[in-house]
């Protein structure tokens, strides 16, 4: 148990869909990450937020909509998603952003069909 | 470009007998770390390593660091068939603060 929660574990969506992947920490930390993990490929980040400011929008297209409310808490908003979005979803916390260890939730399975 | 990139990509081995990954970069880094995936799930943090270190030891691991070399290596030794897993190296760039970049991984299957 790392101390980070992401719900979902498993989520099957039409390409019309919206949903949301949640990301929980209570471990005081001030940055928090999405990351895609794709079938044989390297992950990629997505978003970095510190103390709650996005620092990073890594060209992730605009169906992926990131949303940090408070320190402990990562939301990724999906909509009219594509078949090769289908990938695990990996939330990440670290106590700063600079070039610290991450702690990683259990990740969001998601079949986009 | 990928910065960390492991090597080899897949490696089998008995239980009891050691295991050696290893981890090449590009640029320069402030530390590089070593991480641990099982099947589906999150990453797992193993260890860190700084730039100004070269070597590092935590339980059944040991980590180097070369920098002149711009590699690392990750030994287990006196595998267990719970080491089965995923082992991913990633690189805290000296330029590019909060974005630790992972390479592929090496999947290690270590077989009772």
């Known amino acids: 148990e790392t101390g980070v929660t992401q719900t979902p574990r498993h989520l099957v969506m039409g390409m019309t869909n919206k949903k949301s992947l949640k990301c929980e920490q209570h471990?005081?930390?001030?940055?928090m990450y999405w990351y895609k993990q794709s079938a044989k490929k390297p992950l990629e980040l997505m978003f970095v937020?510190?103390?709650?400011?996005?620092?990073e929008n890594n060209s992730v297209p605009s169906r992926f909509s990131p949303e940090c409310p408070n320190s402990s808490h990562l939301f990724l908003h999906l909509h009219t998603l594509q078949p090769e979005d289908s990938a695990l979803y990996l939330c990440?916390?670290?106590?700063?952003?600079?070039?610290?260890?991450?702690?990683f939730g259990s990740g969001t399975q998601l079949s986009v069909l | 470009s990928q910065q960390g990139e492991e090597d080899p990509q897949a490696l089998s081995i008995q239980e009891g007998e050691n295991a050696t990954m290893n981890c090449s970069y590009k640029?320069?880094?402030?530390?590089l770390q070593w991480y641990r995936q099982n099947s589906g799930r999150g990453l797992v943090h193993l260890i860190l390593i700084r730039s100004n270190e070269r070597e590092k030891h935590s339980g059944r691991l040991r980590v180097t660091l070369d920098t002149s070399k711009k590699s690392s290596s990750l030994l287990i030794t006196a595998s267990r068939a719970a080491d089965t897993a995923s082992y991913f190296c990633?690189?805290?760039?000296?330029?590019?603060?909060?974005?630790?970049?992972f390479g592929d991984g090496t999947t290690l299957t270590v077989k009772p």
């Open positions: 471990l005081g930390h001030n940055a």
């Open positions: 990440a916390s670290s106590l700063r952003t600079v070039n610290e260890k991450l702690f």
């Open positions: 937020y510190s103390l709650e400011e996005r620092v």
């Open positions: 990633a690189t805290a760039q000296s330029t590019n603060a909060g974005k630790s970049t």
């Open positions: 640029t320069s880094i402030n530390n």
